[in-house]
């Protein structure tokens, strides 16, 4: 391991990155995944089927909502009781029931965690739960909007 002091820094050496590269471009979006949100964002504005029709990869960041889900903290009690109950019925917990929310939608999101706490790491790489039916999806949608679907 090399220590920098000051200006003195190892030079910069190229690298043939080119040739690493895929032949095709990388086809993301970013958006804000949070179940708790009583519009539910990417699934009612149709970002997630233009990322579907599209063959772009949709990057659901904040599923626990910044902590709130595992809290608590400014959540409909409805919205709680629902995940809890799919939670108890799949011997899990909260924070793994978001998870399989965002996961289970057929635009195959990629969940960005947003956290350095080595436990919450563990714990959403180690469910047991990656995917919820329709009926538990369509109760969390239901809770979280705060009336009933169609």
């Not at 350095?116 to 969390?140: F, G």
Request: hydrophobic share 40%; with cysteine.
């Amino acid at each position: 391991m090399a220590l920098l002091c000051g200006d003195r820094r190892p030079p910069v050496r190229p690298t043939p990155y080119p040739a690493a590269m895929p032949s095709q471009p990388v086809r993301t979006v970013w958006v804000f995944g949070d179940q708790l949100n009583a519009t539910l964002g990417p699934l009612r504005d149709g970002t997630f089927d233009l990322c579907m029709r599209d063959g772009v990869v949709p990057l659901a960041w904040s599923p626990l909502a910044g902590g709130r889900l595992v809290t608590g903290e400014n959540v409909r009690p409805e919205l709680l009781a629902v995940i809890d109950d799919i939670a108890k019925a799949r011997g899990t917990t909260r924070e793994q029931v978001a998870y399989a929310f965002v996961l289970s939608h057929p635009a195959r999101p990629v969940v960005l965690l947003g956290t350095q706490k080595p436990e919450r790491i563990v714990t959403a790489t180690s469910s047991p739960v990656q995917s919820l039916d329709r009926t538990e999806l369509y109760r969390i949608v239901a809770a979280s909007e705060g009336r009933p679907l169609p």
